[in-house]
């Protein structure tokens, strides 16, 4: 008697002790690997959390107690052990052929519904194991219920199971993966899981969709990464009946290049659609590389666009009828002397212009330009023969160093010019312009800042000022 409780004893001080030693040394293990973002760790924790404790009571049942093999406790208690082994075993499994697979393999380009669907049929396999084992389960008879239950399953759960096979026929087919972007009928949306029933889609409005594979089977599937990531986008704009479809067209195309995220190459097309009740509708056909930046581009081209028509005394028409009641000329330049002579008094006392009567300002090479922001008034490397007046707005002046990034060099704001570096030289212009907000400066040509000079030499002094000292920068950058 005494003998079985030392013996009890003994077992009971090293189920503890090794059980303890055991957790720490698994703890520390795991602990590094994490460190290391290894994936083992993962499987370590379901031995440290579930396995040991399930096989350090299962033999205090069977050597503690002293429960018999026979009994349903000791059984229940096999079954959980076995089944935290196969727990451990699947997720060992998953982390050495797929989590730890390298890009461009095939056990990275393994579905993820496939991988479910595997450990699905193991955990089924290992659990008829289980039972023929422990249980001494007739696995004949049980194969015969579920056939049997099966069909009542499959008859209740047709929709269900017609989704699983419909996606295992789509992930066999491989039409679409996790990040694509996707139109489902009138769904548009990026793939952000792909499971046993269904596709889930993240839209545009941060909204998620999930559409069944039974659904995705019987629609069309759009997918705009597929083959490749480029995506051609169409937008119409029409103009008016009174602007000549080629100027419309080149307006269209540099509108086009000038916006950022609108591929350079493929080079954007315009085409004359159709001569609509009140304007000729043109359609602009570019290029993105992203198209979840797609909202964002369409926005920054249309933006860009009435600055630019506006630039050009392009008409973008209202779908209206209008009655035109015919003055000759005289209204328009009216209008026209207004806007200019409402600009003439924001303009600096050095700049010789003629404030006090300018209704015929329009007619001396003087004109109102308009800029939306991030766009470049005068370009590196481009011809300028103008010089630029700051009406409104502010713009930042740029040149190009030796390394080939872009410096700035200083802000341009209201009644302060630019354009003098190439005005009379005819060379091209060594910086870069670009409005920093909405923009508005007054254009002179070379022939007006000459007639100007006459009538004012001070004016001539002003700017071989300001271009010296700009001269010295550019230089001082460059260098």
Not at 2 to 8: A, G, K, W
Not at 239 to 265: R, W
Not at 335 to 348: A, D, I
Not at 370 to 385: A, L, M, R, T, Y
């Amino acid at each position: 008697m005494q003998t079985s409780s030392n013996h009890l004893f003994i077992w009971a001080i090293a189920l503890i002790v090794g059980l303890a030693i055991a957790v720490i040394i698994l703890g520390e293990i795991i602990y590094r690997l994490q460190h290391r973002r290894r994936p083992l760790a993962a499987t370590l924790q379901v031995v440290r959390n579930l396995v040991l404790p399930m096989f350090a009571f299962m033999l205090f049942v069977q050597y503690v107690l002293q429960r018999p093999a026979s009994d349903d406790l000791v059984k229940s208690v096999q079954t959980l052990f076995w089944i935290c082994v196969l727990h451990a075993a699947l997720s060992l499994l998953n982390a050495v052929i797929f989590e730890q697979a390298k890009a461009d393999t095939w056990r990275a380009r393994v579905p993820k519904l496939l991988i479910d669907l595997f450990r699905l049929f193991l955990v089924l396999l290992g659990t008829a194991i289980v039972l023929a084992t422990v249980w001494n389960a007739d696995l004949a008879g049980l194969v015969t219920a579920l056939g049997v239950s099966s069909i009542v399953i499959g008859l209740a759960l047709q929709d269900t199971l017609g989704s699983v096979m419909s996606g295992i026929a789509l992930l066999f087919e491989r039409p679409f993966s996790v990040g694509d972007w996707l139109k489902v009928g009138d769904i548009q949306g990026q793939v952000i899981d792909i499971n046993w029933r269904a596709v889930r889609l993240i839209t545009f409005e941060r909204e998620m969709v999930i559409i069944p594979h039974k659904l995705m089977g019987n629609e069309i599937i759009r997918n705009f990464s597929r083959p490749q990531s480029l995506h051609a986008e169409r937008i119409r704009v029409g103009f008016s009946y009174n602007d000549p479809p080629n100027l419309a067209k080149h307006v269209l195309h540099n509108t086009a290049l000038e916006t950022q995220g609108i591929l350079k190459d493929p080079d954007p097309q315009i085409f004359t659609i159709s001569y609509d009740d009140s304007a000729i509708t043109y359609e602009v056909k570019f290029f993105i590389a992203d198209y979840s930046e797609l909202e964002e581009i369409r926005d920054r081209f249309m933006s860009r666009l009435w600055y630019a028509a506006q630039r050009n005394s392009l008409t973008i028409p209202f779908p209206i009828r209008t009655l035109y009641h015919f003055h000759g000329p005289t209204s328009r330049a009216e209008g026209t002397s207004k806007k200019f002579t409402e600009s003439l008094q924001s303009l600096p006392s050095f700049v010789p212009l003629d404030k006090s009567n300018n209704t015929d300002v329009p007619a001396t090479g003087i004109s109102l330009q308009h800029f939306g922001s991030g766009e470049k008034v005068i370009k590196q490397g481009n011809e300028n023969n103008s010089l630029y007046i700051v009406v409104s707005g502010s713009a930042m002046m740029t040149v190009r160093d030796s390394t080939g990034c872009d410096r700035e060099m200083l802000t341009i704001k209201m009644g302060e010019f630019f354009g003098e570096m190439t005005l009379f030289s005819g060379e091209v212009s060594p910086i870069s312009v670009t409005a920093i907000d909405d923009l508005e400066v007054m254009m002179i040509s070379a022939s007006a800042v000459n007639q100007m000079i006459d009538r004012q030499p001070n004016f001539a002094r002003e700017i071989s000022q300001i271009l010296e000292t700009r001269r010295r920068v550019v230089s001082s950058i460059i260098l």
